[in-house]
């Protein structure tokens, strides 16, 4: 009799526990997460711009690749190195046997990329919501985008491209090539965007100004022969009394060293 009781109950304690378990899992499979971003809800607020922003800025630190390998490819600079190996793609490129298959050739595609990526993700989204200041932040991401696409023609000529959206999956075995020309016209298109919006001083250190703009829409009307067009875009620059070139040339790298000194 004991024995059956035990059971009894041993049975009613295991069904209880597991109702008990299913009814929380319910809950807990049911119940939404209290806090949850990815990149299709997150432009809901200000702050989340900027940040965009600054992700878009941050990709201009890789761009000391471009500026080594574009020197090294000149006549102004020997890679050198501690030995023939010592950077191999750099070496290659230095005595001009590279070829497609070359990895810091590759880093210049791929960062430069991401920066397109990074302002396309922002002007995807631009419309989203209304704030202050908005505009110049745009102003500012299709300056970077010019840049970066700049980067990419100057050393591939045309490009994949794609305006206001980002690359997905598969677009790299779907999307051609556009011309040369045609990149250059979306650079440009950036460019008198972002110069109508721009600041001529810059809110806080280092963020595009309209004379950064200007500067490079001059440069890339040089490297399409538009001399006519850049010839008035870059007095624009020089007319605007904003910039200045220096009385001493050794005085640029004299600052830089007090400014390392400074540092320790």
Known sequence: MKKLKYKIGFILGMTAAFFIISSCSDNY?????????????????????YKALIGSY???????????????????????????T?????????????????????D??????????????????????????KDQMIGEIRFLRAYYQFELVKWFGGIPMKVDERFKLGD????????????????????????????????????????AAQSLLGKAYLYQEKFAEAATVLEEVINSGSYSLVDDYNSIFEREVKMVMNLY
């Open 108 to 133: 210049v595609w791929s960062w430069m990329f991401a920066g397109v990526q990074r302002c396309n993700y922002f002007m995807e989204y631009k419309d989203k919501i209304s704030f202050e200041g």
């Open 86 to 106: 010592d950077v191999i793609g750099w070496q290659q490129i230095d005595d001009m046997i590279h070829t497609p298959v070359n990895s810091n050739l590759h």
């Open 172 to 211: 790299e075995t779907t999307i051609p090539r556009s011309s040369a020309e045609a990149v250059y016209a979306q650079i440009e298109a950036d460019l008198l965007a972002a110069i109508e919006v721009l600041p001529e001083i810059p809110q806080q250190q280092m963020r595009a100004t309209k004379g």
């Open 58 to 84: 941050d990709i201009l630190q890789s761009t000391y690749v471009n500026v080594i390998v574009g020197e090294i490819a000149s006549d102004n600079t020997l890679c050198g190195g501690e030995s023939p």
């Open 29 to 49: 499979v049911d119940s939404p997460p209290q806090y949850s971003i990815d990149s299709e809800n997150f432009f809901n607020s200000e702050d989340d711009y």
